[in-house]
């Protein structure tokens, strides 16, 4: 079983080379309305293609439209422009996009402030605790980090910098240098409940969100403000299906790609919306931070029976009752798929990849730690003594990170008392040796009596006497 794991960890590479970069697939729907629409985005389809990305365009009106077929994902990705009219149409209803995320399906969705957020697409996201603007026309704005050459009177065409690490031991897939215009936007708010939520990209601390078709001059109760504000969001799901909230879809247009921006300060920059496109669609689309593991084993360790060697001896592998006070060792190996395969994956600074052995609450909380490493994966791996506590217990890696796919591994296994047969002698316990030195006092000390008394003969002098009087005694 070992050898067939590491053959198929070495033909990894070259299976991924022919088939998609993305860990799941490479079919991709996009939904677009309006058809003229589409050669705006010809340099980002292009992207998506040349990674292998098989497109497929359809209007949310087509009568074949559907995310399943035979029961399966039609789509491993589908990507939503925004919609002109009330919604997406019958095939594209809350309800099935909850369906498809459930069954695995990852789903970017773009917004735009010109084409308005239907009802639809607020109660969506409202099931993945996103919340948007009551107006549907609400625009994200900022009059300190605004474009001065497109945006010199709206200020609707956001500079931000490249996101920042979020946490130090929080991966940054979207990071790097360069500015990002971001045009038009649709800000959200996350829910502050959910584990699950996590803003990619947020607005500058000077930005708001309002309606642009209000007569007022000034905005008294803005919908959200500053750090408040995603301009880019993402859900992944307990089933590690990924959902990316887009809140400007026109920073993926070819006019956006690669403009020169200037800054009110009067700073200019060429935009780097192109190469943060690829990462977000790297992330989105499951060709980067997919965690997977290959293997799991635990066994039980034995002192060597040979006095001249200092090793160990493994009684075998994965069984199903253990003793209590066992020494165990565990061992898990996973894989960071990285856009073409697997590479070993390694633990972010300032974080821990953890084992417990629980039972209804953990015993053990232990941190793995890296043993071996192949090619496509490492090996983590930790050694304890199993608690003086019988009952039903799990092996349990619990890994849920930003951004990374989740891991959740369990291995139930018995931990029983000690046999009739292998409790310790009492003179093997120093605490015993009291007792046991009592009691054989005892025993010695009513032996030496008894041997006193049955051998030792009395005095002659007291036998005769004795005698005498018992002949004197007798009637005549």
Known sequence: MRLFSSICLLLLPLLSAVLAKSAVGNRVLVVLEDESQKGLYSQFWADLEARAFKLSFQSPRS?????????QLAYEHLLLT????KGYGPALT?????????AGGNVLLGLSSDSGTPSAISSLLLEFDISLSPDKSSVVVDHFHYDTVSAAEKHDVILVDRPEQLRPDVVNFFGGDGTLAVPKAVGQTLGNTSPLLAPILKAPVTAYA?????????????????????LISAMQARNSARFTVLGSLEMLQDNWFDASVRAPTGKSAKTVNREFAKQLTEWTFQEVGVLKVFHIQHYEIKPSTKADENTTQISEYDPAIYRIKNDVEFEIEIGQYDRTHYVPFTVPANDALQLEFTMLSPFHRIPLHPSSATPNSTTFSTTFTTPDQHGIFAFKVNYKRPFFTYIEEKRQVTVRHFAHDEWPRSWAISGAWPWIGGLWSVILGFLAFVMVWLYCEPPKEEAERRRKLSVGSTPR
């Open 63 to 71: 009568d074949d439209l559907s995310l399943f077929r035979h029961g």
């Open 82 to 85: 925004p919609p002109k009219s």
């Open 94 to 102: 809350p309800k099935i996009l909850l369906e498809f995320v459930n």
């Open 210 to 230: 309002y309606n642009p078709k209000e007569e007022a001059e000034s905005v008294e109760e803005p919908f959200a403000t500053g750090s408040q504000l995603a």
